[in-house]
């Protein structure tokens, strides 16, 4: 294990104080007394008991997510305060380097899938309101059981539904501030419940609107006017869930129309790397429309709980995306054709559609008693394109992604051990037209054609409980994805390409391997987790001289460890806390020895939590919790070609508050947001853009927000 830099007095502290857990695979449980019941998860297919399931699953619940998105309505923070392996937040629109264990995780919206592994333009983190979100399912590590995409692990958000027969009415008001003219936030949401014997109903609509913020030397943040940036936006989302229930059998169609724009009233003003002064923002309006996502999606689910013995889902959905870059003037955009040279300005969009059907049936005792067995069937038609808005030119042609996946698992518990393996064949074919490439790259024809991959992609692993409140698992399970095939298609400049020949769209697959033992008891739980994640043809993207990201199909290898815990000396009182090392590496080409560090874009740093929690009343609660990202300095004076590989990073401690009240007025709450007013520079921005002058963005300031809600 490598050497650990000094920390800290705060965060040695939280180190001593946290107990050891896997990936908070336990975190989740009921905090009372005695264990409460066990945790369902749905993620893995099919409803079971975390404690039955070989791996690290982490589940955030309601009342965890409520406190995080009272102090940061941002999906991504709330991944990086309770997820060990995730990635801090880069407090954009764009999501670039916010990875899981060094990989890039398949994202769910009660199992449909919202990211877009053709062409990552990664915006998937903003296709819903965060109050619709009851919990968060996160598989970590390489899994195929959904599918394409998640060769860093599963993150599975789970929308709420209707609990009890009545119908109610809530408002939630949400207003966040640091007490400047231009920097205030505000959310209003409403929502319509209805549940009885002829059909239950959800019904929720919130606007909302974000200003510009501060970082703690009182200086506007940069704004992102390219890639992206959750300042200056405006936002509404609509959802929708109606269904019916008559005995064993439920169906059920979910709606959800999403977006977020960009205002457009701010410029990126450039800081001055060689005086330590970051990027900040001046009024003004930029060239081209505002960055923006559009998110449609829709599903119908069928389920009956006891078909043949059995239970049996199937659900039908479609997903709809659009990101919209903001307007630059690159070299790769220029065309003498139309503009003289460097004059021309352009912005890309991505527009991907998808359809797919899941079905699922799983039995228990299948032949003999404590064997159950999963069987089933994925169907995915995924068309992805990326076009140069303002011109109207193909910068990635239209990519056709058909996959059938049938996959088959068995389940047999024996005394104190559960032990299950299965297999999924994934066959694929992508699909592309004859196309010309953009003028940077020389206007090359490229022949179309077809790459079509079948893999089969396994997994098996064991649970025992070896002791009372105690148990151990042992894992390896693998994962199926693709390179970024708009990234590699755009990029072609040899003459006389084909799609079919382009070694660079081989699958990659991923396999982890990974051990741990966790103890949950009356007053806490603690584990620890070790895994080993592999992929002997990889994928690295590299910047060049030139500013051109490549994909490299290069081996890659993530080796880490997990700890968490929670501990509960009264009732009213519980601290939790963890830590994670990550180490990435890959090699320079294939065949090279394996000794370069994975860098920011694809790995975050080692990250140390601590938080507490204390209910001093029964209306009453408050959370305090420190997150510290501990230096990381890589590949000190390594070159690829002519990418720059060497990367720095000085960690920082950032702690925050938040207080909640019931009242028969409703619900109040108000949160602190880096309480002590850290000045910083967010880890990617010091890592990947340390000398590029408009991209060095500092983090958020102190601020304050207050919720209020209540139902009627």
């Not at 269904?243 to 003003?269: C, I, P």
């Not at 894992?475 to 994805?481: H, P, T, V």
């Not at 500092?698 to 304050?704: E, I």
Request: glycine share 10%; net charge positive; charged share 20%.
């Amino acid at each position: 294990m490598p050497s650990i830099k000094p920390i800290t007095r705060s965060v040695a502290a939280a180190c001593m104080a946290m107990a050891v857990g896997n990936s908070i695979a336990q975190s989740a449980v009921s905090k009372g007394d005695a264990p409460g019941p066990e945790v369902v998860v749905t993620a893995t297919r099919g409803e079971k008991a975390i404690d039955r399931i070989p791996g690290a699953i982490s589940v955030i619940g309601q009342q965890e997510l409520a406190s995080q998105y009272l102090i940061a309505d941002d999906p991504s923070q709330a991944l990086a305060a309770f997820i060990p392996g995730y990635a801090p937040s880069r407090q954009k629109m764009t999501s670039t380097g916010e990875s899981l264990r060094g990989r890039q995780p398949l994202i769910l919206l009660d199992g449909i899938p919202q990211s877009n592994p053709l062409r990552a333009g990664m915006r998937e983190g903003y296709f819903a309101d965060s109050f619709i979100i009851e919990r968060i399912e996160v598989i970590n590590g390489a899994s195929a059981v959904q599918g394409m995409g998640a060769t860093g692990g599963i993150i599975n958000y789970i929308t709420k539904a209707p609990r009890s027969n009545g119908t109610t009415f809530g408002v939630n008001v949400r207003a966040s501030t640091q007490l400047r003219s231009d920097n205030l936030d505000w959310k209003n949401g409403y929502s319509l419940i209805h549940r009885s014997d002829a059909f239950d109903f959800l019904g929720y609509a919130a606007v909302q609107k974000r200003g510009m913020s501060y970082d703690g030397n009182g200086r506007r943040l940069g704004i992102d006017n390219v890639q992206g940036d959750t300042l200056d936006t405006q936002g509404n989302d609509l959802f929708l869930k109606i269904g019916k229930t008559v005995g064993a059998q439920r169906l059920q169609l979910s709606l959800n129309r999403f977006n977020l724009e960009g205002n457009g009233d701010y410029m990126n003003d450039p800081g001055v790397v060689a005086a330590g002064i970051p990027t900040s923002s001046l009024p003004g309006t930029p060239i081209g429309m505002a960055p923006r996502n559009k998110v449609r999606s829709a599903s119908l689910d069928y389920r009956h709980a006891d078909l043949a013995g059995g239970s049996f889902s199937a659900q039908l959905f479609g997903h709809h995306f659009e990101s919209l870059y903001g307007a630059t003037k690159v070299a790769t955009f220029q065309d003498v054709r139309i503009a003289a040279r460097d004059t021309l300005w352009d912005q890309s969009q991505i527009i991907a559609d998808k359809l797919g059907a899941r079905a699922t049936y799983v039995r228990p005792d299948t032949f003999i008693t404590g064997l159950e067995a999963t069987v089933g069937l994925d169907v995915l038609r995924d068309q992805t394109e990326q076009s140069l808005a303002l011109t109207k030119r193909t910068w990635v042609p239209l990519l056709k992604f058909k996959s059938t996946a049938p996959f088959a698992q068995l389940e047999y518990e024996f005394g104190t051990v559960t032990v299950r393996g299965g297999v999924r064949r994934e066959s694929a074919r992508l699909t592309v037209d004859t196309y010309t490439t953009l003028a940077f790259y020389g206007n090359r024809l490229v022949q179309g054609g077809s790459a079509e991959f079948s893999e089969s992609v396994k997994n098996i692993g064991a649970v025992w409980r070896f002791a009372p409140q105690w148990s151990a698992f042992a894992a390896s399970s693998e994962g199926f994805g693709l390179p970024d095939a708009g990234l590699v298609l755009r990029g072609v400049t040899a003459v006389g390409q084909s799609v079919s020949s382009l070694i660079s769209l081989q699958p990659i697959v991923t396999r982890n391997n990974e051990v741990g033992v966790n103890w949950r008891g009356a007053n806490g739980q603690f584990g620890i987790s070790r895994y080993d994640s592999r992929s002997k043809l990889g994928s690295v993207i590299r910047i060049n001289s030139a500013g051109i990201g490549l994909v490299e199909r290069v081996p890659t290898t993530v080796k880490g460890w997990e700890v968490s815990g929670e501990w509960r000396p009264a009732k009213p009182l519980s601290v939790s806390g963890s830590y994670a090392h990550t180490d990435g590496k890959t090699a320079a080409t294939q065949g090279a020895a394996m000794d370069l560090s994975l860098g920011a874009r694809s790995q975050g740093p080692d990250k140390a939590t601590l938080a507490g929690n204390w209910k001093w009343t029964p209306a009453t609660q408050l959370r305090l919790q420190a997150v510290h990202l501990f230096d990381r300095d890589i590949n000190v004076g390594r070159v690829v070609g002519t990418s720059k590989l060497e990367e720095h990073f000085k960690g920082y401690t950032l702690v925050d508050a938040a207080a909640s009240f019931d009242t028969r007025h409703g619900k109040f709450g108000v949160s602190m947001e880096n309480l002590f007013d850290k000045q910083y520079v967010g880890y990617y921005s010091q890592a990947v853009s340390a000398t590029d002058a408009g991209n060095s963005y500092a983090g958020r300031g102190r601020t304050l927000a207050m919720n209020w809600s209540r139902m009627f």
